[in-house]
């Protein structure tokens, strides 16, 4: 795919998103390089490919531009055109403060009236146009997500279970508290095993605070994570703590990885504790916790 258009209309952004979504990306590439870049490697593997183009690259002919793309041996090209309003562009240049590629001793909206005229034909040709005018980065995301994107993009949702004990989570976005609940670690048959443990977790839910705790919880992270994603994180980390780590963090982290799992998400789970001994110093009296 040639992503090309306004310059200043956020190429840049539109390749990062694609290089996150697992596409091969480069930018500025020179025209006379372009068939290398593109079949290099493909004996070992076909991904798709995106290449940013405009003004600046080395070589830029609009006019010629479509037929050099579409004339390429072994792949499916496509022309995606980004466009802006002029004085959203003016705004941008401002903001930045870099001069336009091709008014560099003039004022950007000379520049963007050229080019707008320059790459007419190529916006004629495109295979999709995107209006970034109004669109935020993350917004810009998500539309390209939308367009190009499968199952496999799904931004990565980690459970982790953790001590206060040891420190707080540093990686969390999100941190439930647990120390309210009953402490297994205070049982000595359950002080040896962590929540990982079927008696441990038995012990757990016959606290009536304990599904209740859980079901809200379920509740706001269904509600919450699509939101994050929306926003355009890569990476949503929610963390379960406890005094230890080692019993009632970890039985929520993977209680929950359970029910997300039926919700349709596919959450990592990770112990950061779960390989610390049980300690007496470490486990608060139960009558102090929390």
Same mark, same amino acid.
């Given at each position: 795919?040639?992503?090309?258009?306004?310059?200043?209309?956020?190429?840049?952004?539109?390749?990062?998103?694609?290089?996150?979504?697992?596409?091969?990306?480069?930018?500025?590439?020179?025209?006379?390089?372009?068939?290398?870049?593109?079949?290099?490697?493909?004996?070992?593997?076909?991904?798709?490919?995106?290449?940013?183009?405009?003004?600046?690259?080395?070589? %830029?002919?609009?006019?010629?531009? @479509?037929?050099?793309?579409?004339?390429?041996?072994?792949?499916?090209?496509?022309?995606?055109?980004?466009?802006?309003?002029?004085?959203?562009?003016?705004?941008?240049?401002?903001?930045?403060?870099?001069?336009?590629?091709?008014?560099?001793?003039?004022?950007?909206?000379? =520049?963007?009236?050229?080019?707008?005229?320059?790459?007419?034909?190529?916006?004629?040709?495109?295979? =999709?146009?995107?209006?970034?005018?109004?669109?935020?980065?993350?917004?810009?995301?998500?539309?390209? !997500?939308? !367009?190009?994107?499968?199952?496999?993009?799904?931004?990565?949702?980690?459970?982790?279970?953790?001590?206060?004990?040891?420190?707080?989570?540093?990686?969390?976005?999100?941190? %439930?508290?647990?120390?309210?609940?009953?402490?297994?670690?205070?049982?000595?048959?359950?002080?040896?095993?962590?929540?990982?443990?079927?008696?441990?977790?038995?012990?757990?839910?016959?606290?009536?605070?304990?599904?209740?705790?859980?079901?809200?919880?379920?509740?706001?992270?269904?509600?919450?994570?699509?939101?994050?994603?929306?926003?355009?994180?890569?990476?949503?980390?929610?963390?379960?703590?406890?005094?230890?780590?080692?019993?009632?963090?970890?039985?929520?982290?993977?209680?929950?990885?359970?029910?997300?799992?039926?919700?349709?998400?596919? @959450?990592?789970?990770?112990?950061?504790?779960?390989?610390? @001994?049980?300690?007496?110093?470490?486990?608060?009296?139960?009558?102090?916790?929390?």
């Amino acid at each position: 795919m040639l992503v090309t258009g306004m310059s200043g209309a956020g190429k840049s952004s539109v390749l990062d998103a694609l290089e996150d979504m697992g596409w091969d990306t480069v930018d500025n590439l020179p025209v006379d390089l372009l068939d290398d870049f593109v079949h290099a490697g493909t004996e070992c593997r076909v991904v798709p490919v995106a290449i940013g183009m405009d003004a600046r690259s080395r070589g %830029f002919d609009a006019d010629r531009l @479509p037929g050099v793309i579409r004339g390429m041996e072994g792949v499916h090209p496509e022309i995606l055109y980004l466009d802006c309003s002029g004085a959203e562009l003016i705004r941008r240049y401002d903001e930045t403060r870099r001069r336009h590629p091709l008014a560099p001793d003039r004022p950007a909206e000379d =520049g963007i009236a050229r080019e707008r005229r320059v790459t007419a034909g190529l916006r004629a040709a495109a295979d =999709g146009v995107l209006d970034t005018t109004d669109l935020s980065p993350a917004e810009l995301r998500d539309e390209l !997500r939308r !367009r190009y994107g499968d199952d496999s993009d799904q931004p990565v949702l980690t459970m982790v279970s953790f001590g206060f004990a040891r420190g707080v989570s540093r990686t969390a976005d999100l941190v %439930f508290d647990l120390r309210f609940l009953p402490n297994p670690h205070w049982v000595d048959e359950l002080r040896p095993m962590t929540g990982d443990d079927p008696p441990v977790r038995d012990y757990l839910a016959a606290d009536p605070s304990w599904n209740e705790a859980l079901d809200r919880i379920e509740s706001l992270l269904k509600d919450w994570i699509p939101r994050y994603w929306a926003a355009g994180k890569s990476y949503v980390t929610v963390a379960f703590g406890c005094t230890g780590g080692r019993h009632r963090s970890v039985a929520a982290a993977i209680e929950m990885t359970e029910r997300l799992r039926s919700a349709g998400f596919s @959450p990592n789970v990770r112990h950061r504790d779960l390989a610390s @001994p049980p300690s007496d110093t470490i486990e608060a009296d139960p009558r102090q916790e929390a």
